[in-house]
């Protein structure tokens, strides 16, 4: 048994015009909640520190970076790294962040017990559009604030395991849990901001939206044998919904705790990192079971090719 | 709208004296009910034409062939093919196949409405073990009888669309799906004896056995968008009960028929292939994003390679 209790603390929505210090507040008070509850780890979602800000179509570079940490931590976000290490709590929480040679990330941290950052995880798949978009019901201009990861996805040994991290649309991509689960990843935490209608087919709605949650996440977690922990930014930010459904997955790939609302929450589960043996040794052991001379595509041809009329492939 | 009328044809449990003549009529009776319905294709599961008997350990080499076809169409199966024509309907079906250079597979073939072989498939992922294991509940040794594999993840244009083909622990592989995505597949059949139990960990039961199932293939349709088929031989051969199922799900994941009994047993569904466009041209349009850059470990490694102590990766 290797147990490590997690808090996944779902975050409710976030107005434009709340303050990190506000949202570090309410950071607190969960945090508070997960001590009580014998938290090791805290988990916090992607871009915590505000509002969802790409669905703003915005020029001014200065507005831009405005929603950009240069600093972690910094004046707004030191409460809490003082208080998890009092705590001798772990944490991770996203943001976006702006490198000291003004390049632009949306980032997540892993800080250990004491308080020092020994995980960082800058997004790969950054999903939606860079211009302005008209035939779409909002915006979501991730590929315009930030450029694509540039660590990969790393894993870590920390709190007596192997963890990693990736964020919200990475969690669509199997290659996304593949890669850490080639590393022997035990547990993979993410956080997300997903709008409640798909902004391309508005009929594809909530019910739709938490169900891949679910699905992409349970599939990553069964396929590597690894805890899978998804936390939301959920609720209405200035009108725009977006789902909750945060949860902790078993290495079986269950769902072992769910959340409820779509205000701060707190879910609480002790897990047990060994669990991910049964699944790693056995229907999952990769040295005996992979055949990557049949992959072979999957890392040399980014988009599709078709076979050609009349021919196979 | 690209409609193909898909049959999925469960197998009830075949017993090690049904002779292939036997289960050729089981299958026809399927085909003619898949007639009344308007089917364009019907799949039949892996290893139709017998028995599951890679869980029976076996030392002569003749008696192991004596479960191998040598010959497609052959004797026994003629009147498969003869009928498929004769209502113009392609069909798909997994046998043991005995090759004139003396390699044994675990194949499927898919047959077009003229009744010729336009797709062929030998199955990847083997699962289990070659030689006895008493470790276990009961042998599954598929890595004894067959070897994996030359084909790779072919896809063919039939039926108007793009199909290809897997076979059952081959479906618990997100890389199986990719690859066909890559191709820009359209379909996915693929047939499966799952025995109802894990033979080690007998806690792990039909209901988790029939989740797993689930979780797969809706992971692999959503994540590719592509319509995915997968049916069961099911119910108890020789004492071994396996997994029912069968079901047919949608590009979104989400499953639209699915077999209630562990019998022969038919569900039908008209599948669009246009509805594969939406996912492959917003989501998961791999062309702008997939980052072939951070998957590399996907292909150059096959087992795990964990991090160092005190030390990322």
Redesign the interface.
């Given at each position: 048994m290797k147990n490590i209790t997690v808090a996944v603390a779902q975050m409710g929505p976030i107005q434009k015009a709340e303050t990190r210090e506000q949202v570090v507040k309410r950071m607190i008070k969960l945090m508070d909640d997960a001590k009580q509850c014998g938290a090791d780890l805290i988990v916090y979602p992607e871009l915590t520190l505000t509002t969802f800000f790409p669905r703003y179509f915005m020029e001014d570079q200065a507005e831009i970076d405005s929603w950009f940490e240069s600093e972690m931590p910094n004046a707004a976000t030191i409460p809490l790294f003082t208080k998890a290490k009092f705590y001798g709590m772990a944490i991770t929480f996203g943001y976006a962040e702006l490198t000291s040679d003004g390049k632009h990330f949306n980032t997540s941290i892993f800080v250990d017990k004491s308080g020092s950052i020994t995980?960082k995880y800058r997004k790969?798949?950054?999903?939606g559009h860079s211009e302005y978009d008209s035939n779409r019901d909002f915006q979501h201009l991730e590929k315009r604030y930030f450029q694509?990861?540039d660590l990969?996805?790393?894993?870590?040994?920390t709190l007596g395991g192997?963890f990693g991290m990736c964020i919200c649309?990475d969690r669509?991509?199997?290659?996304t849990?593949?890669?850490m689960?080639?590393?022997?990843v035990e547990m993979i935490t993410l956080g997300y901001n997903t709008p409640s209608f798909?902004s391309?087919?508005s009929a594809?709605g909530s019910e739709?939206r938490l169900?891949?949650n679910r699905?992409?996440q349970?599939?990553g977690a069964?396929?590597n044998s690894t805890w899978v922990v998804g936390v939301a930014k959920a609720g209405i930010e200035d009108g725009h919904p977006l789902i909750g459904g945060s949860l902790i997955i078993d290495p079986?790939?269950?769902i072992v705790a769910e959340a409820k609302t779509e205000e701060d929450e707190l879910i609480v589960h002790t897990c047990d990192l060994d669990s991910c043996i049964?699944g790693?040794t056995?229907?999952?052991?990769?040295?005996?079971?992979?055949?990557?001379e049949?992959?072979?595509?999957?890392?040399?041809?980014?988009?599709?090719?078709?076979?050609k009329?009349?021919?196979?492939?």
């Open positions: 995980g790969v798949h950054l999903p694509p990861g990969g996805f790393p894993v870590y040994r192997i649309n669509r991509w199997p290659e849990y593949r890669v689960g080639l590393k022997g798909n391309q087919k594809e739709d169900f891949h699905l992409v349970q599939a069964y396929q079986g790939g269950k049964f790693k056995t229907v999952f052991d990769f040295s005996r079971h992979r055949r990557i049949d992959y072979s595509i999957i890392t040399s041809q980014t988009g599709v090719v078709v076979p009329e009349k021919d196979g492939s």
